[in-house]
């Protein structure tokens, strides 16, 4: 049966009526009218109550509390605003306003079904307001329109995480995770395969602007990219002619160097310059050997993008490594993954990726920062803005909002906001999200755990979700401190009890 909650009254638009209601509607609640041949969906955005017979001006007490004994609450209103969302149908906005008087009915659950439903979609949670009915999430506008998880730490970003990567799996998604804390590789997921690639790059597969940067050759010193690229070409054609030793690719461009430093230097006549170029080229490739031997140090690792498995949640641990460190991997591995899914996608040639993959970047803001240059950055803005034409997904996840690149912000289509109580973060959201009303900011700050506004293509209308819960999470747990230190003094307790058992049977 449906329920009347009440009356249009005052003025009325076609995206916002008033109404006045004998019952108690709940803010959020979804709601229905019928005019002009159409069902109108709304949302309850605002809701104030207020007395008849009590007026502003009664400033005592003891006499509101005689009035209201004997009236009950009779002679008590709410009165309330609508969000109009659309027609049931196509979710337009109607032409005309609704007519005053018109009832606003409580959404039935078909309704809300068909609202919510996705047919390509992934469960990720229910209506905040209404417990049966499911909200899922169209993948297809997901991927490759982006998304961003932003929230306070302990909001439940990396729940609503879990969540996604584990229902993509059950689709065969393809994801990439960069797993700044490296905690997804201990997350255990029930629909699919998880697979941990070592964060290592083999020099090899670095190309020359990459190795430019990393041995810091500047763009005017021309000798010396000479050199470079020299000893880059001799130690790729030894890579390619398949050595049967193992080899290590910066050993060979440093060898070259050096035979070509002794070269010039043993020439009938010397150039001093050219001689300074080749050796301070071996000089860089050493210091870039040194300084980045976390990443780039072996020669077994394969190539670090063709390990990634299509139909597996491909997960990059980078908490051992230094943010520098990181920010190039990333950088690196980004940079590859849209490069060859453009060479699939177009003429084929040079190194291709066969399959879209979704790539998630937790701690966000680190690396697409709004203030600091890094060197992924700029590959992750491209992505953002190109990344849909080749299959190229992106998930920003940030406790930082405000120090998230804003270029890539505005690019994220899609968006999973959780609790966020700080007006800068707010402010810098909104700034770069059209979708973002002020409606929506309000309810942010009083989410709970767990519980999100989401927007944006992959939802047919802006919502509040309560996200489920992800049971295969060992960490991001706060830890039971009391109870660590509890089991801690306890062992201490007993190594000592023993230690002195130990002296008493010795005798001493
Ligand atoms: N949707 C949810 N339902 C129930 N508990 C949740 C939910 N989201 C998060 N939590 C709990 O809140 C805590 C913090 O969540 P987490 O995802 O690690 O937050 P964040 O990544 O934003 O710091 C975890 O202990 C988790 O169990
Ligand atoms: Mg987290």
Same mark, same amino acid.
């Given at each position: 049966? +449906?329920?009347?909650?009440?009356?249009?009254?005052?003025?009325?638009?076609?995206?916002?009526?008033?109404?006045?209601?004998?019952?108690?509607?709940?803010?959020?609640?979804?709601?229905?009218?019928?005019?002009?041949?159409?069902?109108?969906?709304?949302?309850?955005?605002?809701?104030?109550?207020?007395?008849?017979?009590?007026?502003?001006?009664?400033?005592?007490?003891?006499?509101?509390?005689?009035? @209201?004994?004997?009236?009950?609450?009779?002679?008590?209103?709410?009165?309330?605003?609508?969000?109009?969302?659309?027609?049931?149908?196509?979710?337009?906005?109607?032409?005309?306003?609704?007519?005053?008087? +018109?009832?606003?009915?409580?959404?039935?659950?078909?309704?809300?079904?068909?609202?919510?439903?996705?047919?390509?979609?992934?469960?990720?949670?229910?209506?905040?307001?209404?417990?049966?009915?499911? @909200?899922?999430?169209?993948?297809?506008?997901? @991927?490759?329109?982006?998304?961003?998880?932003?929230?306070?730490?302990?909001?439940?970003?990396?729940?609503?995480?879990?969540?996604?990567?584990? #229902?993509?799996?059950?689709?065969?998604?393809?994801?990439?995770?960069?797993?700044?804390?490296? !905690?997804?590789?201990?997350?255990?997921?029930?629909?699919?395969?998880?697979?941990?690639?070592?964060?290592?790059?083999?020099?090899?597969?670095?190309?020359?602007?990459?190795?430019?940067?990393?041995?810091?050759?500047?763009?005017?010193?021309? &000798? *010396?990219?000479?050199?470079?690229?020299?000893?880059?070409?001799?130690?790729? !054609?030894?890579?390619?002619?398949?050595? =049967?030793?193992?080899?290590?690719?910066?050993?060979?461009?440093? +060898?070259?160097?050096?035979?070509?430093?002794?070269?010039?230097?043993?020439?009938?006549?010397?150039?001093?310059?050219?001689?300074?170029?080749?050796? *301070?080229?071996?000089?860089?490739? !050493?210091?870039?050997?040194?300084?980045?031997?976390?990443?780039?140090?072996?020669?077994?690792?394969?190539?670090?993008?063709?390990?990634?498995?299509?139909?597996?949640?491909?997960?990059?641990?980078?908490?051992?490594?230094?943010?520098?460190?990181?920010?190039?991997?990333?950088?690196?591995?980004?940079?590859?993954?849209?490069?060859?899914?453009?060479?699939?996608?177009?003429?084929?040639?040079?190194?291709?990726?066969?399959?879209?993959?979704?790539?998630?970047?937790?701690?966000?803001?680190?690396?697409?920062?709004?203030?600091? &240059?890094?060197?992924?950055?700029?590959?992750?803005?491209?992505?953002?803005? =190109?990344?849909?034409?080749?299959?190229?997904?992106?998930?920003?996840?940030?406790?930082?909002?405000?120090?998230?690149?804003?270029?890539?912000?505005?690019?994220?289509?899609?968006?999973?906001?959780?609790?966020?109580?700080?007006?800068?973060?707010?402010?810098?959201?909104?700034?770069?999200?059209?979708?973002?009303?002020? =409606?929506?900011?309000?309810?942010?700050?009083?989410?709970?755990?767990?519980?999100?506004?989401?927007?944006?293509?992959?939802?047919?209308?802006?919502?509040?979700?309560?996200?489920?819960?992800?049971?295969?999470?060992?960490?991001?747990?706060?830890?039971?401190?009391?109870?660590?230190?509890?089991?801690?003094?306890?062992?201490?307790?007993?190594?000592?009890?023993?230690?002195? #058992?130990?002296?008493?049977?010795?005798?001493?």
């Amino acid at each position: 049966m +449906t329920e009347i909650i009440g009356r249009c009254y005052g003025e009325t638009s076609p995206t916002k009526i008033s109404f006045i209601s004998k019952k108690t509607p709940a803010v959020n609640e979804y709601v229905y009218l019928e005019y002009a041949g159409k069902t109108v969906m709304g949302i309850i955005d605002n809701l104030l109550r207020g007395s008849f017979t009590l007026s502003d001006d009664l400033l005592n007490e003891d006499t509101i509390g005689k009035i @209201v004994q004997i009236e009950g609450d009779n002679d008590q209103y709410i009165r309330g605003e609508v969000s109009i969302l659309g027609d049931i149908e196509k979710l337009e906005i109607p032409r005309t306003p609704a007519p005053i008087g +018109t009832t606003i009915k409580r959404a039935t659950l078909e309704q809300l079904k068909k609202l919510f439903s996705n047919e390509k979609g992934i469960t990720i949670g229910h209506v905040l307001s209404q417990p049966e009915v499911e @909200v899922k999430l169209d993948v297809n506008k997901m @991927v490759s329109r982006h998304l961003g998880i932003l929230a306070m730490t302990g909001a439940g970003k990396s729940n609503a995480t879990s969540v996604i990567i584990d #229902e993509l799996l059950g689709l065969g998604g393809t994801i990439l995770v960069l797993d700044m804390h490296s !905690e997804y590789g201990k997350t255990e997921f029930t629909n699919g395969k998880k697979k941990s690639i070592p964060p290592k790059i083999n020099p090899r597969d670095l190309n020359i602007f990459e190795f430019k940067k990393l041995c810091n050759v500047s763009d005017g010193a021309t &000798n *010396q990219e000479k050199y470079l690229r020299d000893a880059y070409d001799y130690a790729k !054609e030894i890579s390619l002619n398949g050595s =049967e030793e193992k080899r290590l690719f910066i050993n060979d461009m440093i +060898t070259f160097a050096e035979t070509k430093a002794e070269e010039l230097e043993n020439a009938e006549r010397k150039n001093n310059s050219h001689i300074d170029a080749v050796n *301070q080229v071996a000089f860089k490739l !050493e210091d870039m050997k040194r300084k980045y031997r976390s990443i780039l140090d072996s020669t077994d690792v394969s190539d670090i993008v063709s390990t990634i498995e299509v139909g597996k949640v491909n997960i990059i641990g980078l908490s051992s490594l230094d943010e520098k460190a990181s920010d190039i991997l990333v950088k690196h591995v980004l940079t590859e993954i849209l490069n060859r899914r453009k060479n699939f996608m177009t003429t084929g040639k040079g190194k291709t990726l066969s399959f879209p993959v979704f790539s998630i970047i937790e701690e966000a803001h680190i690396l697409a920062s709004q203030k600091r &240059n890094t060197r992924s950055k700029s590959i992750i803005g491209r992505i953002a803005r =190109e990344g849909r034409k080749f299959g190229v997904g992106l998930c920003l996840v940030s406790q930082s909002p405000k120090s998230l690149d804003s270029e890539s912000l505005s690019q994220l289509n899609n968006l999973i906001i959780l609790r966020l109580v700080e007006p800068s973060d707010q402010a810098h959201v909104q700034k770069s999200s059209e979708s973002l009303s002020e =409606e929506l900011l309000k309810k942010l700050p009083s989410l709970n755990v767990g519980e999100a506004v989401i927007l944006g293509q992959m939802t047919k209308i802006p919502t509040m979700v309560k996200i489920n819960e992800f049971k295969g999470r060992s960490i991001g747990n706060d830890l039971d401190i009391v109870s660590l230190w509890k089991s801690a003094k306890n062992e201490e307790e007993s190594r000592l009890q023993k230690s002195e #058992e130990y002296l008493d049977e010795m005798g001493l």
